[in-house]
């Protein structure tokens, strides 16, 4: 993971040459680092972030002509990595749940994104962990549009022995939101999952069928489902899902196959919003919790 951001992040820390913390030295390292960032696939905002971030944090620093000033960077470059992948407001999925199930009303989960992230495998995926838990659950195949995407659901739903509400293909997504959460509230489940159409990002037409689902199923978590792999163009996406629906949190897709990592790094920053699972292969098992400091390992080398 992340295997060619680690060796470049490496590769520019052992080329600096830093016998105090002057502006001068520090503008010589962030310069390197920046440009290793953004050669990486990190967005060029959360990049000149991470950089002023460390030119602050180093600038503060005492030192010695004794200090271990490599050391120190690394250091203050990891402290500043988690800070920018750490949400200010995290969420903890199961506590919501528990809160919806107090209160004797489904936890309604929406789902975005475009074509081809695994939005629909992440919703079976979810289904499973919810499961585990002791969670109820129902589907409710949204997409009305793609050919195939509801039979796709219905064979997660037998798989995982869930069952999904859909009607057929051309029919008002929002009406079959609606009537998978009326079941839900019928049959006392305790989650509803929202499969959406995601033809191009650029379709205003899309984006306002997406908006009547979220006003009529009025969504307790609009999760914005992204594929690690398609870098620079996850930015955009992430950026317009948040604009027209207001996602709350993401799931990120191909983590485990993602060399550069710029991805990663910058969703949390740039939406604002944290990163609650990654997608780790196709089974239904391979859904892991966004732990930033795991990230942070990944990316930046002990010495």
């Given at each position: ?92 999925i199961l506590k919501e749940i528990e809160k919806s199930k107090k209160k004797k009303t489904p936890f309604v989960i929406a789902f975005f994104g475009v074509n081809g992230v695994g939005k629909t495998l992440s919703i079976a995926k979810l289904g499973k962990y919810f499961k585990d838990n002791g969670i109820s659950c129902v589907f409710a195949a949204g997409d009305t549009f793609r050919a195939g995407s509801i039979q796709q ?151």
């Amino acid at each position: 993971m992340f295997d060619q951001l680690r060796k470049s992040v490496s590769k520019a820390i052992k080329k600096i040459t830093i016998a105090d913390f002057s502006p001068k030295s520090i503008s010589k390292v962030t310069k390197e680092l920046k440009d290793v960032l953004i050669r990486n696939e990190v967005a060029v905002n959360t990049a000149e972030t991470i950089c002023k971030k460390l030119t602050d944090k180093l600038s503060k620093t005492e030192h010695t002509r004794f200090t271990n000033t490599k050391a120190i960077v690394l250091e203050s470059l990891r402290e500043v990595m988690l800070e920018v992948l750490t949400p200010a407001e995290p969420i903890d999925i199961l506590k919501e749940i528990e809160k919806s199930k107090k209160k004797k009303t489904p936890f309604v989960i929406a789902f975005f994104g475009v074509n081809g992230v695994g939005k629909t495998l992440s919703i079976a995926k979810l289904g499973k962990y919810f499961k585990d838990n002791g969670i109820s659950c129902v589907f409710a195949a949204g997409d009305t549009f793609r050919a195939g995407s509801i039979q796709q659901l219905q064979k997660h739903g037998d798989d995982l022995q869930i069952r999904v509400i859909a009607q057929t293909y051309g029919s008002d997504a929002a009406a079959v939101a609606f009537d998978a959460i009326n079941h839900a509230i019928s049959k006392n489940i305790d989650v509803v999952l929202i499969d959406t159409a995601g033809r191009i990002e650029t379709s205003s037409n899309l984006m306002s069928e997406l908006q009547k689902i979220c006003s009529v199923s009025e969504p307790d978590l609009k999760i914005f489902v992204g594929d690690a792999l398609t870098g620079n163009a996850l930015i955009s996406q992430v950026t317009l899902f948040n604009e027209k629906v207001g996602i709350d949190c993401s799931i990120l897709n191909k983590i485990d196959a993602d060399v550069k990592g710029g991805a990663a790094v910058s969703v949390t920053h740039i939406s604002e919003k944290p990163i609650v699972f990654l997608g780790v292969g196709q089974h239904y098992k391979d859904l892991e919790p966004f732990l930033p400091e795991k990230i942070v390992e990944n990316i930046v080398p002990e010495k």
